[in-house]
């Protein structure tokens, strides 16, 4: 999957539509299998920027999975390193600290298992069932956070 610049699969124009529509559910209080909107600031803008994320949980910690890779959200993240989770009026302040790709293949595994019938499509082949030599190398293109609710 890894190529010389950072792997990032763009929505097409109905994925981008069906994001709004989730994002705008979870403001709204309505949340599928445990989305939210997550709001971080932009490190250009200045302007807090918000998108539908699916926060998971591992070993009692919980994560953030960039399934489509290198996003802006995810280079918003890295300046920003915090943001907050929202669902309905709860609103969620975090902080962020993102994994190094040798932490990752427990995160990623689970993660496959419980979004994969919604992100299976960005991992190009690689599913909860992959080896984990195979999850291991995907790893590089799908950014994690670990999380830490300050609120």
Known sequence: MSSSSPYYLKGSPLNVRLNSVIGWLARHGISFAGTAEMSVKGRKSG??????????????MQYLVSARGHSQWVRNMRVANGGELRV?????AFTAVELPDAEKLPILRTYLEKWGWEVNQYFAGVTANSSDEEIVACAVDHPVFRITVTN
């Open 47 to 60: 302007k807090m920027q918000r998108i539908p994320v699916n926060p998971h949980t591992y070993d009692g």
């Open 88 to 92: 309905g009026r709860k609103v969620r």
